[in-house]
């Protein structure tokens, strides 16, 4: 059994009840920023992989930026693509390039072949959640994840990041029978993967889109959302007694936000273009949000830090409504954290989320 | 004198007056896709500036497009950035590269010592459009163009462009000041630059703001938007007793589609993430709409370039409204067209538009 946790706030701010004040964790917060990441990456070979393949390595980095800062939950270190990779795509990451498959989807015979995955291929990522739950001992919940069904498809087809997404494009539009078909594998598989890692112990689940804003509407609603959804609904969302939020996220899916509170997700990510006030307005009533500060901020003096988090946090405003009950806001950047921020700028944010949050809950009694 | 418009279907959608048609013109609609442009392009010592800054170069690639296709503008040829490379920051393109500057603003010093550019170094840009607009004898309007004072900005801080943008929003967020003294500088010589395109002859205008998309919302507004207006405000808006429409596209700018129709141009440009009924129920009684296919379904077979075209034409709707006004609509790609795109699938797409907006017209009747 895991002991009880000891700081709830980020689970009850993504179910939309009372907080001391308003919990914050960072994408990537386990990253290259920290020198303490670097040197353990040093030691597993200088590989990502190396790092998300062996439980310890995932168990030790997932760890360090809650050694060094009182963030309010845990995300397993791992990677959005481990999916397709178990899928046989064959997944690398080049020497300061980003993730590459050697056998990408590029014709009938491919698609035609695409299987969800044995789960016993990601057997690590499972054994990585359970022991990093182990050893954070009910400090904070932990976070699972995955990428979005769309989102791994881009990847699929393209075989790596691209500017145009012209591949996977043309396949979307030239053929959307392939683009279905690898879309319905990918919901089935990430689904069994989420629900495999809610089984090994995490706390809540995030569907990153990374990629759903790069679609024409209409395009996003078929191919991004659907699946999304689909997924979601497909989700445990108790365990032990206690509810697993799901968060999703599209980055660039402001135009959509009415949609996606739709999507079954407790929590919206959103990214920094977005208007929390006017989000709020418009679906706080119906799911959390969860952003957005421009992480590029965390490049300014720490006091420019704290002005901009206080910024975010007043934009939301205080979670209590003037009916009694709460909205939910969970504070995170946009997109990941830069390698190249300073890591006390980072705690100059933590500290200023913190305190401005519960400001603004003193001020409304 | 320059004769009288033969085809003035694009000035009038931009003013929301009557139209026989939904008139349409490409982004990069002069362009590497061409198998005539690539012909000039090696002609010009195969140099992109090469083209742009001879004005019997500029000339012919301007019009190869409106040979081969019934487009309802012809767009100058040139760059976004000729106007930093004019105040001296030194532009390039590599081969297969985006542009590049030899001397970006990286320090105080000098950001101080920017000026706005002697418009005698841009002749060479004001040559082309004079000689464009003769050669086009008033078969279509010609549009002139520059970067917005933060798109410009963007590339003169980071030198050439960026995924992450770090160094100008470190400077934004680090050094207001000096991010606005940019900021002024760029205003003043973009609205120099584009009035005397309007002297030349161009009969409307463009604010490319293609960076705008990647600040945070509240940074948009201060940084990118303010400056837009302010450009907008000093441009000369009649020539000759014609109207000189100008057209502000943000890209990613959906979520400050209000902020945008408020910002005195007459067009806005839209891209594929924007439900365009939507967005015309929103602003259009107040501009008029440019936009918005996705230039990646060029890429499909022609009978679904025609298919995705119609969608986007049903989207806005006839532009008559039922109070007998009429909403204003100009049919583009949310961004430029790829050099990889098949030509007859863009004769497959000019085809669509003008006729099925044709179709629609006729059965409002």
Chains 1, 2 share one sequence.
Not at 73 to 102: K, Q
Request: with cysteine; aromatic share 8%.
């Amino acid at each position: 059994m895991n002991p009880p946790l000891q700081n709830d706030q980020f689970l009850r701010a993504c179910l939309r009840q009372p907080t001391d004040y308003t919990p914050l964790w960072l994408m990537r917060q386990a990253g290259r920023y920290l020198p303490e990441y670097r040197a353990s990456r040093v030691r597993a070979g200088n590989s990502f992989m190396g790092l998300a393949t062996n439980p310890d390595f995932a168990t030790e980095v997932t760890l360090q930026p809650l050694d060094r800062y009182a963030l309010d939950a845990a995300i397993l270190f791992s990677d959005i693509l481990t999916v397709p990779d178990a899928m046989g795509l064959g997944l690398s990451f080049g020497a300061g390039e980003g993730p590459r498959f050697a056998h990408p989807l590029r014709d009938e015979a491919a698609v035609a072949a695409l299987r969800a995955p044995d789960l016993e291929h990601l057997r690590y990522v499972f054994d990585a959640v359970a022991q990093i739950r182990r050893s954070l001992a009910g400090r904070v919940p932990l976070i699972g994840f995955s990428g979005s069904p769309w989102t791994l498809a881009c990847y699929m087809v393209e075989g790596a990041g691209s500017d145009d997404y012209r591949l996977v494009k043309t396949m979307l539009y030239a053929r959307p029978d392939l683009m279905h078909r690898i879309l319905d594998v990918n919901a089935e598989a990430v689904t069994a993967y989420l629900n495999a890692q809610i089984d090994a112990g995490a706390q809540a689940v995030m569907l990153f889109d990374s990629w759903g804003g790069v679609l024409a509407d209409g395009a996003f609603q078929r191919f991004s959302l659907a699946y999304t959804r689909r997924v979601v609904e497909g989700l445990k969302r108790e365990r032990d007694g206690a509810r697993i939020p799901v968060i999703v996220f599209t980055k660039g899916g402001g135009p959509w936000l009415d949609a996606l509170a739709a999507s079954g997700a407790d929590v919206v990510g959103l990214d920094w273009t977005v208007d929390l006030g006017a989000a709020r307005a418009r679906v706080g009533s119906r799911v959390a949000l969860q952003g957005n500060l421009d992480p590029n901020v965390l490049f300014a003096p720490p006091e420019i830090v704290a002005q901009e988090a206080r910024a975010v946090l007043d934009a939301f405003g205080p979670p209590q409504r003037a009916d009694g009950g709460w909205d939910g806001h969970v504070f995170n950047l946009g997109h990941g954290i830069s390698q190249h921020t300073p890591p006390d700028h980072v705690a100059a944010l933590v500290e200023a989320v913190h305190d401005h949050s519960r400001h603004i809950r003193q001020k409304r009694k």
